[in-house]
């Protein structure tokens, strides 16, 4: 393999607007303790809550919400990131067995760590795939195998990566008239989304990703046999998910070689073409965009918004220099695995001691329609607060 990340005697400087990009996910992420789905039910007739509400709901099949945009923009990021660490360790005389072992050992923590995260309110190990952390540990080493190779060929293994795992839901039997929706989970309230035609192949639990989950979720230990997962999400995921790292390898690889230069032309072209394709792919019905079992269109749609995202991030860092305005999601952004944890670990104890201590008259001060996005936001603010404490004794966590 021939390597495409050059070497380079200078030290990258750090790409603060990617700090905050991923500053603005993980907030995103953290921000799900406002509660605005629970809120717009409390006002049915307003424009800004219902808008507000559905921002932070993911879409209930095709489409995209920015809520949405959460795990395509941590996992777009990870492939940014992927050129600079590799430069980083090539510049400390690290060999490729040493790095592929530190990747290996990498990706085993991110799969256990997402196991983890899933299990904490079960009785036994919950070993489920579909979390953010696992689904990138799953790929991450095929994406820093990929990194080595030339620009062309890495579009070339992107465009393979897609267009196999599209063939294979493509062959696999699409649900015929007779099929037994409630069997898979599937309620009566959702059958407006339910794709028909050849897009039928990408519908909800019954597809080669339900398949494959039904054979390989029921070999490990449950409490019950796997039969569908409620939301549609799918192991096998980790297959296009791939193709979103690679995206932001690629990505990242731009902006190392034009630094301190932003390539916004190419990035910008780049995204709109993504999404051109997807969209051509989503409404001819070759491939619908569907986030939750993250079909071949979705990856191109969200990595082209992954990609506006980064260049507005670029624009208001590098050249409008914001950085001041930034640092608040910088601070969250360099401890993105603390954030995640932090989120998924300690909102229940954070929001207990805030009723406890402050007490319902302080989070009904603007009535008890609004009291969850009181008690939100201060949970919010705690987590940063927690953030800022690691920021400033430089305690940041690292997989």
């Not at 401890?335 to 995640?340: K, L, P, Q, R």
Request: proline share 6%; glycine share 8%.
């Amino acid at each position: 393999m021939s390597h495409a990340v050059a070497e380079a005697p200078r030290q990258d400087a750090r790409n603060v607007a990617v700090d905050a990009y991923r500053g603005f996910v993980m907030v995103l992420m953290m921000a799900e303790v406002l509660q605005f789905p629970l809120v717009a039910h409390s006002f049915p007739g307003n424009p800004v809550w219902q808008f507000l509400g559905a921002q932070q709901t993911h879409a209930p099949w095709t489409g995209m919400s920015l809520h949405d945009s959460i795990q395509p923009g941590f996992t777009f990021l990870a492939g940014v990131a992927l050129p600079y660490s590799l430069a980083s360790r090539k510049r400390k005389g690290e060999s490729f067995r040493h790095m592929l072992f530190h990747v290996v050992l990498r990706s085993v923590l991110l799969i256990a760590l997402g196991i983890f995260l899933r299990s904490t309110a079960g009785p036994i190990t919950y070993f489920t795939f579909e979390d953010t952390l696992t689904q990138i540990g799953l790929g991450y080493t095929f994406a820093f195998l990929i990194a080595f190779l030339k620009p062309r060929w890495q579009w070339v293994s992107l465009a393979a990566i897609l267009f196999a795992y599209w063939l294979a839901w493509a062959l696999y039997p699409a649900p015929g008239p007779d099929f037994d929706w409630a069997s898979v989970g599937v309620r009566p309230d959702f059958y407006q989304h339910l794709l028909t035609g050849f897009a039928a192949h990408w519908n909800k639990n019954s597809n080669f990703g339900q398949a494959f989950d039904v054979w390989f979720l029921n070999l490990f230990p449950r409490t019950a046999p796997f039969a569908y997962n409620a939301g549609g999400y799918l192991t096998l995921s980790f297959i296009p998910t791939l193709g979103t790292i690679v995206l932001g390898l690629i990505t990242g690889s731009w902006y190392r070689e034009t630094a301190p230069r932003i390539p916004f032309r190419r990035v910008l072209a780049a995204g709109a073409m993504l999404c051109a394709a997807a969209l051509v792919l989503n409404f001819t019905g070759i491939c619908p965009i569907v986030k939750r079992i993250w079909s071949p269109a979705w990856t191109l749609f969200s990595g082209g918004i992954c990609m506006f995202f980064l260049a507005a991030f670029s624009w208001v860092v590098d050249v409008k220099n914001h950085r001041r305005l930034a640092f608040p999601l910088v601070v969250v952004g360099m401890n993105s695995i603390a954030a995640y944890l932090i989120a998924s670990l300690c909102g229940e104890f954070v929001e207990g001691s805030l009723r406890i201590h402050l007490g319902m008259r302080v989070l009904n001060v603007f009535g008890t329609a609004l009291e969850p996005v009181v008690l939100g936001s201060l949970t919010l603010l705690t987590y940063w607060v927690v953030l800022y404490w690691m920021y400033r004794k430089k305690i940041f966590l690292r997989i």
